[in-house]
């Protein structure tokens, strides 16, 4: 015994009860909540926090984009918010003008000393100035609102991490282009684990949904029971085989990708 590895060691504890029927399948930890992040703006990338291997929060900020496109943005939507304040303005002084004129020539309107025809004309055209003043408020208040929108552009500019995770896949630098749709970091929640393993047809006929396995990850000295909590058809129907997933309690040094061992008990004699 002493000249056994630490992995035979495993092994022969794992799988020493007696079980008709009983086999074993090697199989890959996945994750249930895996995500892939991409960025929502084109533009250089300006710093990554993170490598492949890291540990982050949610919230954490993985990379970020230089904020040069919306810079520009923000100035002419600013650019934009100043002239329509302007034009405002300069309606809104024209029609209290033209109101103050209208006043003094209904007063002379009623001495017969001006037209009826010249008291109607300014009445339309401060009629046309309050509509010119108020197309000018409903300007500004747009502009406005294109400024919030480019002001908001400025959060996602950090991309953070939407949950607790480990990197396991990275695919961005400092100073390349990021695009939006194009993957740039893959992140694997290790609290949601499972194991996946392919069953052959002829094997499958001796298992059923809850049955417990025994679990063995030889790398890191793991061992320890398991459930099948789903049986999910082969799309290549032509392998005969079916994946089987095993819900199992993980410890923090399980992670995706890792090999398993797996023992299906069959039946007790």
């Known amino acids: 015994m002493k000249n056994l590895s630490v992995k ?27 995500k892939s992040l991409t960025s929502r703006y084109m533009g250089f990338v300006q710093d990554v926090y993170v490598k492949e291997g ?16 919306i810079d520009t943005a923000k100035a002419q939507v600013e650019l934009s918010i100043a002239q329509a304040e302007l034009n405002e303005q300069m309606y809104t002084n024209q029609y209290n003008n033209a109101l103050l004129n209208l006043e003094r020539h ?17 009445a339309l055209s401060a009629s046309n100035l309050k509509a010119m003043m108020d197309i000018g408020k409903k300007q500004v208040l747009q502009a406005k609102q294109k400024l919030s929108e480019v002001q ?24 390349e282009m990021a695009m939006p749709g194009v993957l740039t970091l893959l ?18 006929a001796t298992l059923k949904m809850g049955d417990v396995v025994s679990v ?6 793991y061992q320890g029971e398991g459930k099948i909590s789903a049986i999910v058809p082969a799309l290549q129907t032509h392998t005969h085989t079916f994946k089987v997933k095993i819900a199992f309690t993980p410890t923090a040094l399980v992670y995706p990708g890792m090999y398993a061992e797996v023992l299906f008990k069959g039946v007790n004699p």
């Open 8 to 34: 035979g060691l495993l092994v022969l504890s794992l799988f020493s009860g007696v079980y008709a029927g009983s086999f074993t399948l090697g199989g890959v930890v996945i994750s249930e909540n895996q």
């Open 54 to 69: 890291s540990i982050v929060k949610k919230g954490d900020v993985l990379y970020s984009i230089d904020s040069k496109e």
């Open 106 to 122: 209904q007063r002379l309107l009623a001495k017969d000393m001006v037209s009826k025809f010249e008291v109607e004309n300014l």
């Open 152 to 175: 908001n552009q400025y959060r996602y500019l950090s991309v953070r991490a939407p949950n607790d995770g480990v990197v396991i896949e990275k695919h961005i630098k400092p100073g």
């Open 187 to 204: 992140l694997s929640d290790p609290s949601s684990l499972n194991i996946v393993v392919d069953v052959s047809e002829s094997e499958l």
């Open 216 to 221: 063995l990850i030889a790398s890191i000295g």
